[in-house]
């Protein structure tokens, strides 16, 4: 079955501090992968997403993530955090080339800057 | 509708009594999705609807857990003789046709006491 793993459950930072964010998934298809944001009282909203093509993708406020295929990694990475990026993000997966079914979560991880 | 509303926000419950969570999906959507979140465990899939058909429900718990939906919108999840491991956020997102984003609503807290 699908799995996706990340590695850090809380991780807490400095304001100005780079980020870092592990995912890594179990399946060997053709995947597509997302990572979610979830701040404060308020809903789940997409941050960024890959699905082919440029393995570096860019998201909302300054977010990047590099699809691995070999490592069956999808990092989330942000040079330099802000106050406001405290939230718990979460890395999802779903098999490609079937449709969207349904994605799989990683259980997240809780990110705190302290100004 | 602007976005996925779900109702009530927030539930609390007698042990073994039945709860009714209600989802609005955004209009249009035509995929929804039910998911679980408890703490510390993530997003846990409950259930896939395409239209008014279910064809993934393999994440349901157990029998005392089922969903519909009607007429290509609203989905309604039902839990019956609620147990306290049902206590939880649960949360439902909708997909437009041919996109792979899918969007949150806000959720149900459900507590059961």
């Known amino acids: 079955a699908q799995s996706v793993s990340q590695h850090n459950h809380h991780v807490i930072l400095s304001e100005a501090a780079s980020l870092e964010l592990g995912c890594n998934y179990s399946y060997g298809g053709t995947v597509n992968l997302f990572w979610y944001v979830q701040y404060p009282g308020q809903h789940l909203q997409l941050l960024l997403k890959y699905f082919s093509g440029d393995p570096l993708v860019k998201g909302i406020k300054g977010f990047e993530a590099e699809f691995i295929k070999s490592k069956f990694s999808f990092n989330l990475r942000k040079p330099s955090v802000q106050w406001s990026d405290t939230a718990e993000y979460f890395c999802a997966v779903n098999k490609g080339n079937t449709g969207f079914q349904k994605l799989v979560f990683g259980t997240g991880t809780r990110l705190l800057v302290s100004p | 509708g602007a976005g996925v509303s779900q109702s009530p926000s927030n539930k609390v419950t007698e042990k073994g009594k039945d709860v009714e969570l209600r989802c609005d999906p955004i209009?249009?959507?035509?995929?929804l999705y039910w998911y679980r979140q408890s703490l510390g465990q993530g997003l846990e899939f409950l259930i896939y609807?395409?239209?008014?058909?279910?064809?993934?429900k393999s994440g349901l718990p157990s029998d005392r857990f089922s969903a519909e939906r009607t007429g290509g919108s609203v989905s309604t999840l039902t839990i019956q003789r609620t147990q306290q491991e049902d206590s939880a956020v649960y949360l439902c997102?909708?997909?437009?046709?041919?996109?792979?984003?899918?969007?949150f609503g806000q959720g149900t807290r459900l507590t059961v006491v």
């Open positions: 609807f395409q239209g008014n058909s279910a064809p993934d």
């Open positions: 997102a909708s997909r437009a046709p041919g996109e792979y984003e899918a969007f």
């Open positions: 209009s249009g959507h035509t995929a």
